[in-house]
DNA sequence: CATGAATGAGCGTTCATTCAT
DNA sequence: AATGAATGAACGCTCATTCAT
């Protein structure tokens, strides 16, 4: 009814940096670096990880392969770290937040586009930020499974795209613009995971999967069919959105 | 598994089960059992791997946990397998092939059911299958990623699961009852990934996730509306369609 | 002085057979076999043995090997034999006692042969059973090192050939034909060993050494030159070997 | 080592010490020590397991055998070498190079020692290097029958003693001071065989064998017999060959 | 006599982690 | 801050050996 919440990339964003305040705060009581020389050898290690963890999955990744991809020995990781867990938490909490912004485009008040035109620039933003973060979205979600501390971050990431979603697809229905029969929320979670691992299983950007523009036109006709999305009435002759 | 009416049925079976009997046969011919008592061992083995696998993980899980549930000793194991990927090969190899089954339902000409009860049926009976076996094949969709041979495997299983899904959707929509706009591959892709990984997430036994039955219909609809999957002209004389 | 000992095939024999009627008998009380098949398949263990420790080494080779190269299971094995030292034992018995034979030749009495003659036929039959015998040989003497019972053996044998040579030598320096002022149980060991592992070091079968005969000549001839070997004054006009 | 005089001698050394260089800068470059008190552990380790090997041989080595010795524990021992092979090669690197010194004494034209003496010179020489480490080169050449690398070492190693003794028995045989009949290289095989062999076998400290100098004067004396080394024309006064 | 199943001891190796410098 | 040395725990795997059949 009110006319959206905010732009959602400002919901967003406390939440995820929310949490990595929270890390980053607790490690640099602990032993975080305490010079600039520091910072800067902790942000390589980070990265490091980063690309380790997506190149050899995380139980396969060494320590070592970390602080050398760094350029550091294996010992002086302690000096930033405490474990594996520990900088893939992290990594984590560095995450590009791009991964959870787009939804709110499919509501913005402002916008002058259709439904289908909208839609479609969600999908893509989001499947080529989840192109890009795939892998590593993918070890986190592994290690998630079994590690408490890891699965609290994923799926505070999770829930808060699922949230996003789960309401703009109540608005519509309110709205009389999609399918009145869907449940929200169960439906925001089978389309989240089917787009976040689509794009994980078959646009990774050195497979050879699909093209991406096609796959971006499929997937977003798979949301706009499945939600029954349809125009609204007046499509923009004035501001309509109280449906 | 039952009788086929599609061809894809056809090509596809044999495909995962020459694989399997081959590595069936493979096994045997090297280090299996070769007595009644063996042989029992050997399954013993196998599902005990198959839970510690599903409890701890791939990586997490140590041969010592596999055979001392199997009730046996350490050394033991290596009468029967010759790795923990080995044994991993042989759980796969002996899954439930129902997670492979169902699809069909949705063409079969013998039926008399409406294409909503039809694709009804097909997800229960699919996401009951993984239900039960989403955490394996999380471990083995693990593993894939870092070693061959298991990759093999689940692309196998994969591919002959959306084969047969694409060619569903390809006769729907020659015959004028499916959104003739959808990529019959990218979208049987898209939406078999949004089942399993559902499945998986969302609906594992012990989780406190939806209602079973309300998550067949919710993603029973999302089928629907994707394919925009409409009633045949004159489906049968009459039809007293559930609905 | 006297007319040569006997033909030291009667010396050697006992020495050999001795240890080996010993040995055998020693099997034959604990765990020998009790039947004719059982023989047979005792047989075939211990060429499977010998087989496989040249191939491999004893270190190396493991018990498996032995019973598989000999058509039984690892734990068949255990039937005829306790240890891997203990059929390494009755391989060494077995050893074709051609490798003592020869020396006797040199002082042999009856022979109208010149020295040189009689030195190049001795050598060529020991260098020729001991390229035969050569790899085994080297496993044995390996194994003696570190094995008392193995060293036992290896001494036995090793000592019977010096022991007979030595005494060639000797008589021949009492003839005045060799060099007086060699020790002969020193030289002994020094030629032996050169005989020994010159066979085994260039004469392998299988290597790309020398060629044979000239080999058998060259050998010869570092003999003679080094003994100072003589001619007998009058070689062969009459039985002259009281000196 | 010393002036060479003959060539061979400047081919055959870059040879071996070429390998040796390479290796132990292979060594270092891997996982080598690289501070003072890494090198001095290294150091240790490598004589330990020398000594180890010389007890036990290589295959009844255990690695903590090593390291134990070196005042290490067992994982330590990977910080400086890959596996026992490695080691081992380091010990053969390692070995005193005097094995391979003396031979160019026979010939070294600024002598005026006779042949005789020359060569007792130079068998005492070898014999003492040799009993030395006869242990040690006994477990190289055992390990060398099944170890690639090793071979290698080995060969060299054994090569370059053979090619320099025969350059010497050519230019004997060229000035007319050797038998003319030999045949350089399998006499130079033979009667290194025959030294380094005796060494091991009859001349361990620890054996009960025989008296030192009488042995070193009996193989001199097999030499020049085999050789039939005669005294230059104007050596000294007259010949004196002893008789 | 022979087999297959099962065991237990032991070894090589890896790796996260700690410590002295 | 960073390094190299060193440790200890753990794991995979091999193999000789025993046992029931």
Redesign the pocket.
Known sequence: MEPLPQPSQATASPAVSGADARLRAQRWDD?G???R??AE?RARLVEAAKAVFEEKGFH?????DV?ERA??????????F???EDILREVAAALDHTLNAGVDIILDPTSTATPHERVAAAMRTRLEAHRKEARIMGVIEQVSRHNEQIRVLWTQFYQQHVKEMAHSIEQLQQRGLADPALDPVIVTDALAVMTIRFAEQSLLQDDSGYDFDTAVEQITRIYINALQLREPKKPRRRRDDTG
Chains 1, 2, 3, 4 share one sequence.
């Not at 396969?60 to 070592?64: D, F, H, N, Y």
């Not at 350029?71 to 930033?80: E, M």
């Open positions: 032993d670096p305490r010079s020389r520091g050898t396969e990744a060494r320590i070592s602080a350029g550091l020995t294996h010992s002086a990781f302690y000096h930033y405490d474990s594996k």
